[in-house]
């Protein structure tokens, strides 16, 4: 990015598919980012999907005041990708950069229709380590499954991935992205979630 | 309301309610479709709050009229709907304005550039000139709010409704936008009978008409600016845009590092254009370029009015096409090119090869079942399908077009071919919204029809708002009944052999045969799912499993698995225990048990 009026502004996706969660950890981190100092706009895609069809939130996040910017991430500028599913990280890396920092979930989901023709799709997992990027494998379900019962809780420790990468983006800006204020706005949602 | 509100994150689904209430709403009405389907539910949990009335409508139709009957009575009323919708909605909004509306008329539509939710990406902007109502179009979140409390004083203003498009990647963005509340007296509702403007015939029409066109000329003296300009205005080259391309030309215009060679001028009332604005931008102009999504609305009405009257090249759709959103990379491709700048980025234009993820039933779906069973019903025979969540794989049915397409389609295929084996399907919303003409109309004709309802008990794709069938209001059974439906089978949605008994037993009789299919949403629970839930656990025994796959393959439900040595398990974490499943096993392999007893010959089940 070369101009100066837009240089901060850092582009971020949260994917993965339906049921998982993106919708909800969307909401939890945009406010993060509100509380802790910063801009941000988003924009959730979630298709004519019920469940199981493709999620994705798109952050376009900055420190100072943001320009205006289009609801989508330009091609080329996508500076951080964190993926519940390995196909739905793949999905969108026609708009990554060569330092472009992915999160990716070890395990893929099956596709759930016409499941008789998966077998003539490539793994996810050898396209993504095939090419000129870095990928960070996290199996966030097993982690969530292990560290709080539940698979389903795979969203929150993908959060802790968003506030990762969000520190790295901007570690030359403070205030910091403070864990201790995103597990509360994470875990009063899940309350009130409950509570309803 | 008065109280002072803070800057709040919102989407534009939030920003259409919360404008509609600060603007004193009185009466609103919706049919449920996205990308506008929440703000409803954000309006519906604050109704008392704010005291206005809603009417959830049958269909778009109702609605507009609805709604023009309050504000007829002088309340402040809000109608939304989807952009097909308003193809349902287009014959009372062709008369709405010359029946002089005293209180403001807001009718909110969510466009859909690039089909992100729904089955096509038609164009409405057309009915504005044909409705002659003016048309807002916002471009950001915070304009959304804005659009929608103006339109409702330019309604009043004129005494005619307002329209105002939200972009569907307007109306799930979200952003800080700021409340700003406005103190309203309440107003005394009142019908005065007005013939002069409300029976709309002969000489009258011919004068209504002409009185309505003047009002609308009108519009252009009042104040209020409905545009903005940015970058350089002595720039030769001019950029004209609306709605949602408005941001997204000038992150690129600031990206590529043209504002010094650009003007940009961003309308937000796109009908009728307002010319004397746009000739001021357009002074000294070598070149002006329309950059707008869809059909070419705005360039249309731009040509149409300035004809004649600028010197300057007009181009637009001849540049950019008439499909799809208009992206940032066609925008930033064709502005490096004629500016011969580059682009700033660093893309690595990586090939990935990633098959569409289309969305599938839920897991506990009544409409798995049901179409398992209208499989085993009648084989390659034909499925008419409709609008919806039974839409959802997008490959069950024969066709996926729009609301009654189902019911429709197939009766005019089975007029012509009463021997064909054919089913139309549609679920209780869709019949609710004109199914129910169609089905009786099949009836008078004597059409030799099987029509299946999928009765769910609530509009479930669009955000579970309220249907017919939701509460015991409506006896869908003895409405059958009253249009002359004489056969009517009634059937559990999660045993599918009842379905396909159904439907076999109805192909051997004469006239409209009705299939009620019931079974609730899995997203909305009842109290019997519940304890199912609880009281259920299944299982499947492999060694009576023959590995036909049917349950894995042919009803496909995710709570279904393949394990590492290729046996099928049924993942617990996913399995809603409706039971369809069971059904479907030919060697009874799966079992209901106590849900705290180990299975028999499982280690982890």
């Known amino acids: 990015m070369s101009n100066p009026r837009i240089a901060k502004t850092v582009n971020l996706i949260i994917a993965g598919i339906g049921g998982q969660g993106i919708n909800s950890l969307a909401k939890v981190l945009a406010e993060f980012i509100i509380s802790s100092g910063y801009h941000c706009q988003f924009t959730i895609h979630k298709g004519g999907a019920q469940s199981l069809g493709s999620v994705y939130a798109e952050f376009r996040i900055s420190k100072d005041t943001l320009s205006v910017l289009g609801q989508g991430i330009p091609t080329g500028q996508l500076d951080s990708l964190i993926a519940l599913e390995p196909w739905e990280a793949l999905r969108h890396l026609p708009l990554a950069h060569s330092n472009t920092s992915l999160w990716v979930e070890t395990k893929a989901m099956p596709f759930f229709i016409e499941r008789s023709k998966q077998q003539a799709i490539e793994s996810p997992q050898q396209q993504l380590n095939a090419l000129p990027l870095t990928v960070h494998w996290k199996a966030y379900q097993e982690i969530a499954q292990q560290q709080s019962g539940t698979p389903k809780m795979a969203n929150y420790y993908a959060g802790l991935d968003c506030l990762t990468s969000l520190s790295c983006a901007f570690v030359e800006t403070s205030p910091p992205f403070e864990r201790a204020v995103f597990d509360t706005l994470f875990f009063s949602l899940i309350k009130k979630a409950k509570r309803t | ?605």
């Open chain 2, 1 to 605: 309301m008065t109280d002072t509100h803070p800057t709040l994150f919102a989407d534009g689904n939030d920003a259409i309610a919360w404008a509609a209430q600060d603007a004193g709403v009185d009466y609103v009405a919706h049919y449920p479709g996205s990308p506008v389907n929440r703000v409803i539910n954000v309006l519906d949990a604050e109704k008392n709050q704010y005291n206005y009335l809603i009417n959830h409508a049958l269909n778009e139709h109702i609605a507009a009229l609805s709604c023009m009957g309050a504000s007829l009575c002088g309340a402040r009323s809000l109608v939304v709907m989807k952009h097909v919708g308003l193809n349902i909605a287009a014959d009372p909004l062709n008369y709405s304005a010359v029946c002089k509306i005293k209180g403001g008329m807001v009718i909110v539509v969510g466009t859909d550039p690039g089909a992100r939710t729904s089955t096509g990406e038609e164009d409405v902007h057309w009915y504005a000139p044909q409705f002659n109502l003016p048309l807002l179009e916002p471009a950001t979140v915070q304009g959304v709010y804005k659009c929608v409390k103006q339109a409702f004083s330019i309604s009043e203003q004129l005494q005619l409704p307002v329209l105002v498009f939200v972009a569907g990647r307007i109306a799930y963005q979200s952003s800080l936008i700021t409340r700003q509340p406005e103190t309203h007296k309440k107003r005394p509702f009142v019908f005065k009978k007005d013939p002069e403007n409300l029976i709309n015939v002969g000489a009258k029409a011919v004068r209504n008409h002409r009185d309505h066109l003047l009002r609308l000329q009108t519009l252009h003296q009042q104040s209020q600016q409905l545009f903005s300009t940015h970058f350089n205005p002595q720039a030769r080259i001019g950029i004209v845009t609306r709605g949602a391309s408005y941001s997204v030309c000038y992150e690129v215009i600031e990206s590529l590092g043209l504002s010094a060679q650009l003007h940009l001028l961003n309308i937000e009332l796109s009908y009728p254009l307002n010319l004397a604005d746009f000739m001021q931008f357009a002074q000294h102009k070598n070149k002006i370029i329309i950059a707008e999504d869809q059909d070419g609305f705005l360039e249309t009405m731009i040509k149409r009015e300035a004809f004649g009257k600028v010197s300057c090249e007009i181009q637009g759709k001849d540049i950019f096409p008439a499909w799809g959103e208009l992206s940032s990379s066609l925008l930033s491709d064709y502005f490096s090119k004629i500016f011969n700048v580059t682009q700033p980025h660093n893309a690595l234009s990586l090939k990935i090869d990633c098959p569409e993820r289309a969305g599938s039933f839920c897991e506990g779906c009544p409409h798995r079942s049901s179409f398992y069973g209208i499989d085993a019903a009648i084989g390659d025979g034909i499925i008419g399908g409709d609008i919806g969540c039974s839409s959802l794989p997008p490959h069950r049915t024969d066709w996926l077009l729009c609301m009654n397409a189902g019911i429709g389609i197939s009766q005019g295929i089975a007029h012509l071919l009463p021997d064909q084996a054919l089913v139309s399907t549609g679920g209780e919303g869709s019949f609710f919204h004109g199914g129910l003409i169609s089905l009786q109309s099949a009836v008078e004709n004597n059409i030799n029809l099987t029509h299946i309802i999928f009765d769910n008990r609530s509009v479930a794709m669009t955000g579970h708002q309220d249907s017919p069938t939701s509460s015991d209001k409506t006896d869908l059974g003895k409405l059958l009944e009253g249009i002359g439906v004489q056969t009517i089978f009634k059937v559990n949605a999660f045993i599918s052999s009842e379905l396909t008994e159904a439907i076999q037993t109805a192909a051997k009789i004469k006239g409209v045969k009705a299939i009620w299919v019931q079974g609730d949403c899995a997203l909305q629970p009842n109290t019997e799912a519940l304890r199912r839930f609880k009281e259920r656990r299944l299982f499947i025994h492999n060694d009576l499993c023959a590995g036909c796959t049917l349950c894995y393959e042919k009803l496909q439900c995710p709570a279904i698995i393949k394990a590492v040595d290729k046996t099928l398990q049924i993942d617990l974490t996913r399995c809603r225990r409706c039971t369809a499943c069971l059904d479907v096993c030919p060697n009874n392999a799966i079992e209901v048990i106590d849900p705290y007893v180990e299975p028999p010959n499982s280690e982890d089940r």
